[in-house]
């Protein structure tokens, strides 16, 4: 069965730049997340989607983060413009139905802001 | 905001020694959950114990949970050199939707 898939896996801005993170979750799962993790800490979710519907999105930036998940399958989590502090891990996760089952995540996005 | 703290923050052994990570929490929950990360990648789920379960086995793992301390352990048996990684627990506080996760105990078995 094929993993959580994320791109770029690396990826260096200037602040003010924009810039857009791809996920493509475990095949039949109906939920994606994405969490932002700065070093040292640990995961913290940005937003859940249950199908393409939005399940969480409390901890979004919603001025400059925004993500969508067309047809209830891929997902892009877009930053515009970022700031020095946006820069982290950016995990994106699956799972069969709900947030408290198992969890499946992709190698992350790593961003740096300069 | 935090659900889950774990201690020790950092821990250091030798290959062949047991390592013991705890995770304390706030709420009531009906799981929690324990993840690895290895440097660099992403997290990969290890074991989840359910609240009316009081211990769990998997592999060279152990993990407890006490709901009326609000606490759970994770042993790892006979630790080798790959254990090396952070591990961090995770709840879904009583009532919520999303999983909270601690800032994670960091484990080094030296060889």
């Known amino acids: 069965e094929a993993g959580v898939a994320q791109s770029p896996r690396y990826k260096i801005i200037e602040k003010r730049q924009s810039v857009a993170f791809w996920c493509n979750p475990i095949?039949?799962?109906?939920?994606l997340y994405w969490y932002q993790q700065i070093l040292g800490q640990g995961p913290k979710l940005l937003i859940q989607?249950?199908?393409?519907?939005?399940?969480?999105d409390s901890q979004l930036p919603k001025d400059r983060f925004s993500a969508e998940r067309l047809k209830g399958v891929d997902s892009t989590l877009k930053i515009q413009p970022a700031k020095l502090e946006d820069s982290a891990v950016y995990l994106c996760?699956?799972?069969?139905?709900?947030?408290?089952?198992?969890?499946?995540f992709g190698p992350g996005t790593r961003l740096l802001v300069l | 905001s935090q659900q889950g703290e774990e201690d020790p923050q950092a821990l250091s052994i030798q290959e062949g020694e047991n390592a013991t990570m705890n995770c304390s929490y706030k709420?009531?929950?009906?799981?929690l959950q324990w993840y690895r990360q290895n440097s660099g990648r992403g997290l990969v789920h290890l074991i989840l114990?359910?609240?009316?379960?009081r211990e769990k086995h998997s592999g060279r793992l152990r993990v407890t949970l006490d709901t009326s301390k609000k606490s759970s352990s994770l042993l790892i048996t006979a630790s080798r050199a790959a254990d090396t990684a952070s591990y961090f627990c995770?709840?879904?506080?009583?009532?919520?939707?999303?999983?909270?996760f601690g800032a994670g105990t960091i484990l080094r078995v030296k060889s």
């Open positions: 995770a709840t879904v506080p009583g009532g919520g939707n999303k999983l909270v």
């Open positions: 095949s039949g799962h109906a939920t």
């Open positions: 996760a699956s799972s069969a139905q709900g947030a408290s089952e198992t969890q499946y």
């Open positions: 709420t009531s929950i009906n799981n």
């Open positions: 114990i359910r609240s009316n379960e």
């Open positions: 989607f249950q199908n393409n519907g939005v399940v969480d």
